[in-house]
């Protein structure tokens, strides 16, 4: 018999119970109440009550400031450029001056921290992240590229046409912030050099180990090639960018070799680049080797990132082409 008696139990009291019946399996997370996420309990898979629950709030929304700014110090001035980009807040937090500050100073360090302030104060209005953008500086998270090419003469073949070659070649020039650079000359493409253009290379990668110096956007730079012959290599470089800040051209202005004495050089590591600074372009300190001022091969340095180096369009094959000029 059916009892006309009916219980009803409250909205209130319902929604308790079915929250303490979760409650027994649902792993708590209080480090999320930290950041002022509250995350509702989920049921268990496969139960009839679970739902898609998706949460708008963004996590990064709610991390502290203090979280931001240790998270921020550890990247490099085109990732918290990129980072600014998210939302105000980032945007607001990456303004923070000593951000900028650091990597200013690291830049620019061979012009030492007195002398990075004096010019900060007067062409960049105090400025740390306007002193960033503005002023010329080397770039060193990535390789600067010239491509050349040039025609070589073939052997003549029954004496009914001459054939000529298109030869492709490259020069890679890294930059260290404590004024040091590697240099190489190499077919090889963008890819396969990056992974042997570091300090720890081997002689038999020829990648060679000079110094330079920066002002304003002028660069002088100075490597030795060792030998039987030692022959320096002088290179005058302009600073430039396609926007404001990228400094990713550099124009090629002079190109000399000339001969240096073994007593001028005391070893691998030695500054060549104060040996030769006061050079003339027609100077020479060994006769077996003339000075000689390359007019050919000047084309302009293009920046690669590092991250860009495997898709880089300097990686597209040059096919060697056969010119055949009638006799």
């Given at each position: ?5 009916a219980?009803k139990?409250?909205a209130e009291?319902e929604?308790a119970?079915?929250?303490?019946s979760?409650?027994?399996y649902?792993?708590?997370?209080p ?10 309990p ?11 629950n998706?949460d708008p709030?963004?996590?990064?929304q709610?991390?502290?400031d203090?979280?931001?700014?240790e998270?921020f110090a550890?990247m490099?001035p085109?990732?918290?450029g ?6 105000r ?8 001056p ?7 100073l690291?830049a620019?360090q061979l012009?030492?921290?007195v ?14 992240r306007k002193?960033w953008?503005?002023?010329p ?9 010239s491509?050349?090419t040039?025609?070589?003469t073939?052997?003549?073949?029954w004496?009914?046409?001459n054939?000529v070659?298109l ?17 190489k000359?190499?077919?090889l493409k963008?890819?396969?050099v990056?992974?042997i ?9 020829s990648v060679f180990s000079?110094?330079?110096?920066l ?11 060792p030998?039987?012959?030692?022959t ?18 550099m124009?090629l202005?002079s190109l ?15 500054d ?9 372009d ?5 006769p ?18 590092f991250e860009?180096?495997d898709?880089?369009f300097?990686n597209l094959?040059v096919?060697k ?7």
């Amino acid at each position: 018999m059916a009892s006309d008696f009916a219980f009803k139990v409250p909205a209130e009291l319902e929604a308790a119970l079915r929250l303490n019946s979760v409650h027994h399996y649902v792993t708590k997370r209080p480090w999320l109440d930290l950041y002022g996420v509250n995350v509702r309990p989920v049921a268990p898979f496969g139960s009839m009550s679970r739902k898609a629950n998706v949460d708008p709030a963004l996590l990064h929304q709610y991390l502290p400031d203090e979280l931001l700014f240790e998270v921020f110090a550890r990247m490099t001035p085109y990732d918290m450029g990129r980072a600014s980009c998210v939302c105000r807040k980032w945007r607001y937090t990456i303004r923070n001056p000593v951000f900028w500050r650091i990597a200013c100073l690291k830049a620019w360090q061979l012009s030492g921290v007195v002398e990075n302030y004096k010019i900060l104060q007067a062409k960049y209005e105090s400025s740390w992240r306007k002193m960033w953008l503005l002023r010329p500086r080397v770039r060193t998270d990535g390789l600067y590229v010239s491509r050349n090419t040039y025609i070589r003469t073939g052997v003549a073949e029954w004496k009914v046409s001459n054939p000529v070659h298109l030869v492709c070649y490259y020069r890679y020039i890294r930059f260290y912030p404590s004024g040091r650079f590697l240099y190489k000359n190499s077919s090889l493409k963008v890819k396969d050099v990056a992974k042997i253009m570091n300090i720890r290379a081997a002689k038999a990668d020829s990648v060679f180990s000079g110094h330079y110096s920066l002002s304003d956007d002028k660069v002088e730079a100075a490597v030795l090639y060792p030998g039987r012959r030692p022959t320096v290599l002088r290179i005058r470089l302009r600073l430039r960018g396609t926007v404001t800040g990228a400094n990713n051209r550099m124009d090629l202005l002079s190109l000399v070799t000339s001969g240096v004495n073994d007593d001028e050089v005391r070893g691998p590591d030695e500054d060549i680049l104060e040996v030769v600074e006061g050079w003339q372009d027609d100077e020479t300190h060994n006769p077996d080797v003339p000075a000689v001022s390359h007019t050919r091969g000047l084309t302009p340095f293009v920046f690669i990132p590092f991250e860009e180096v495997d898709t880089s369009f300097l990686n597209l094959p040059v096919e060697k082409m056969d010119y055949f000029v009638p006799g």
